[in-house]
């Protein structure tokens, strides 16, 4: 066991983890952000995404341990101050962005660290940007629609296809 | 995931003497080690974490090579690398997806030597130095089969040093689910010749190709390696493809490196 400190969603948190202990487990059965999903456990469908320092990573495949003096964003993070959704989290309610809503936070995480990187891409770079990100219900096109609104770029061209 | 204890050195020196400790195995990015642990393919007492050494992370000039830390990050290597090496920076900019680029290494990559994997057919291409705790290798010498490197136990890739290139690019077949390459070819024009490295193809892992070479030596040209044919011997053939279709889609990507390079 080792004692890692971090920030989570701006808290200072304390725990003593396992060296196996992953981000993801310390942050949805340690400190009960469940917010987070584990979807493949294997790298491959994102919807675990949160931000380390300002980027996103994948918490199935991170050790809690190396997060020792992270700041670190989740789901729970991402709201305004008051409570209200942010831009990002309207857009996807706004323009029908999730159904089942499994994948929706990693979607919204990776959507959040594309937008801070390059604040109005194309359709094909947010496409490209969502590789690591799998929806099975959507079939995408909602998701894209709603981080281009999010963006503040017209979306009314773009059909509902 | 079998119990182990991780350790997070600042130094390099720590991380070697670290490493010295029964069943104890370097800790770079995790995006592949990660997933074995999980898979039990990997049994250790104690990971020793790599990330938090900060001689081993960034880019840096060194007498007009680059300079990359081991421990330095794909996305780190796709943003900054283009201004001299744009092949290799593009190179990076493609591995994985997003999540995977900001906590995947260039050391834990080399040292790994998936037989997929792109940065092996870059360090090869350039000719590169690949430095460790204790020496320098020739990516020549480095690269011994599948999995397999020249490192030693407990040997750490500290950096690894690229050679300016006049033009270079690489261009992958991506096998659509993994990402990983199907063929990877990296083509790199010196004043010397061209090397040309491809992966995803060896049953030895990567390897150069030197027919190409001395053609697009001659003449560096997609039509150079036209008459050429890469024998299917030694090629991988799963599920995703035959070693023949591997073989076809190498002249396909040197032909396309070649006349996407820069």
């Known amino acids: ?161 | 995931m079998y119990a182990f204890d991780i350790e997070r050195p600042t130094t390099i020196a720590d991380a070697v003497a670290a490493l010295k400790a029964d069943e104890a195995q370097p800790l770079s990015g995790g995006q592949t080690l990660i997933p074995t642990l999980k898979a039990r393919l990997a049994a250790p007492s104690k990971l020793i974490s790599l990330s938090g050494i900060s001689d081993m992370i960034g880019l840096s000039d060194e007498g007009g090579a680059l300079r990359i830390g081991g421990a330095t990050k794909h996305d780190t290597v796709a943003k900054e690398a283009g201004a001299t090496h744009p092949g290799l920076a593009g190179l990076a900019a493609r591995i994985g997806d997003p999540a995977v680029r900001h906590r995947g290494t260039i050391g834990g990559s080399i040292a790994n030597n998936d037989p997929a994997a792109c940065y092996p057919s870059a360090a090869l291409a350039h000719g590169a130095t690949i430095v460790t705790d204790r020496r320098d290798i020739a990516a020549d010498d480095f690269f011994t089969g599948l999995f397999d490197t020249a490192l030693e136990d407990g040997e750490i890739v500290t950096a690894v040093r690229f050679p300016r290139p006049e033009a270079s690019n690489y261009q992958k077949f991506e096998q659509p689910a993994s990402r990983f390459a199907m063929v990877g070819v990296f083509v790199a024009k010196f004043a010397d010749g061209v090397r040309v490295a491809v992966t995803g193809a060896g049953e030895d892992g990567v390897f150069r190709w030197t027919e190409a070479e001395t053609a697009l030596s001659s003449s560096f040209t997609p039509g150079a390696v036209e008459g050429l044919s890469v024998s299917a011997d030694g090629l991988i053939s799963d599920l995703h493809g035959s070693a023949a279709y591997r073989a076809h889609l190498i002249k396909v990507m040197t032909k396309r490196a070649v006349a996407a390079a820069e």
């Open chain 1, 1 to 161: 066991m080792a004692k890692v400190t971090m920030t989570i969603n701006g808290r200072s948190v304390t725990r003593d983890v396992a060296g196996e202990t992953l981000l993801s487990s310390l942050l949805r059965d340690d400190i009960g952000l469940t917010g987070t999903h584990v979807g493949c456990d294997t790298s491959q469908c994102g919807a675990c995404t949160v931000h380390v320092n300002g980027t996103s990573v994948k918490s199935c495949t991170m050790f809690a341990a190396e997060a020792d003096g992270a700041e670190v964003t989740t789901i729970e993070g991402m709201a305004n101050a008051d409570g209200s959704l942010s831009v990002i989290q309207a857009a996807f309610q706004e323009h029908h962005g999730l159904q089942c809503g499994f994948c929706t936070p990693g979607m919204v995480m990776t959507a959040s660290n594309l937008l801070k990187e390059n604040p109005k891409p194309t359709e094909g770079e947010v496409r490209a940007y969502l590789e690591g990100n799998i929806c099975r219900c959507t079939g995408y096109h909602n998701i894209v629609k709603a981080i281009l609104a999010a963006s503040g770029q017209d979306v009314s061209a773009i059909a509902a296809e």
